[in-house]
């Protein structure tokens, strides 16, 4: 019989071997962890876990303050989010699928566990106003600011990850068509356009503020030639999102806004979905709901009872 341990170092080979992201693998050892701690160092036999061993986990996470046992966060009086434990328990449902799939287990005690639901929550995004504050911030007459200024437009035109847009290279920024090219979730290459404004601000980027590349072909650069990191990326963001009096200003917020200010222009749902990288309408149809400025709008123009007489 295997023990957890064990069968997490199977796991971790396997899925390497698989192709799957480190994004994947972690985010599914590090769930396994919390279970195991849970759990206790006397239930690390794969075969002796049951359902009720994850749904004692999940009312567990609903009870415990955020933060708790962090290494680097304090504690805080709210708990831990609705969403955030749903993951921990797709993530522990999809390790003991896999250990199902590979037959180190008969059955898959998981497999009836249903995982808690999730609040719907309406995506926070910015106004058009927002956004141009936001990219009026950077002193584009220095190289350090200009690029910041790109970096801020790219954001918003593509709807790009964070990680999609800092992994980008040169051979990546198609200038002539207005295309960039990058690796989404599992590797899936995806061509997302861009336009004019961007293009412009792209191109002289490149050719005026750019630093010389030192042992890299990564497109943003630092001052000193070097990659510009997701991290210092999303400090940037943050950092000029303070300027404009913005809070909450990150980078996948500037995904959501772009994404909705897409649909408030006239795009649809199908090339948003495209655009996003999503595999299913489903996960993108949820951008629809956002515009309910624009469907109070709509009604003030359009309601039927202020239009009757009497």
């Not at 993530?91 to 896999?98: D, L, P």
């Not at 929550?121 to 584009?140: G, H, N, R």
């Not at 497109?219 to 999303?234: A, H, M, Q, S, Y």
């Not at 990150?250 to 222009?265: A, D, F, I």
């Amino acid at each position: 019989m295997a023990t957890l341990s064990e069968a997490l170092t199977a796991y971790r080979i396997c899925a390497q071997a698989e192709g799957k992201s480190p994004k994947t693998i972690r985010w599914i050892t590090t769930s396994m962890s919390y279970f195991s701690d849970f759990l206790g160092p006397d239930r690390q036999d794969i075969d002796d876990f049951t359902g009720n061993d994850l749904r004692q986990f999940i009312i567990c996470l609903q009870q415990k303050p955020k933060f708790l046992n962090h290494p680097f966060n304090k504690p805080v009086k709210e708990k831990i989010s609705a969403q955030s434990i749903e993951t921990y328990a797709r993530a522990i449902r999809a390790f003991f699928g896999y250990l199902y799939r590979e037959e180190m287990i008969k059955s898959n005690p998981m497999q009836k566990v249903k995982m808690p639901k999730v609040p719907k929550i309406a995506v926070p995004t910015f106004s058009q106003k927002e956004i141009e504050t936001l990219i009026a911030q950077p002193d584009k007459k220095t190289d350090t600011g200009f690029r910041d200024y790109s970096l801020l437009l790219t954001f918003i035109d593509s709807t790009a990850r964070l990680s999609e847009i800092a992994l980008l290279e040169e051979d990546d920024v198609d200038m002539e068509n207005g295309y960039l090219r990058v690796m989404g979730k599992g590797g899936k290459e995806r061509y997302l356009p861009f336009g004019y404004k961007v293009a412009r601000a792209l191109l002289k980027y490149k050719m005026k503020h750019r630093s010389t590349p030192i042992g890299t072909e990564r497109f943003w650069l630092t001052f000193n030639g070097k990659p510009l990191e997701p991290g210092r990326i999303e400090k940037i963001i943050t950092k000029y999102g303070n300027k404009a009096g913005l809070k909450n200003c990150y980078p996948h917020k500037l995904r959501h806004t772009s994404s909705v200010m897409y649909l408030r222009n006239g795009g649809d749902l199908f090339s948003l979905q495209k655009k996003l990288g999503h595999s299913s309408l489903q996960m993108t149809r949820h951008y629809a709901n956002l515009a309910d400025s624009d469907v109070k709008a709509k009604h003030m123009k359009y309601g039927v009872a202020d239009r009757l007489k009497g």
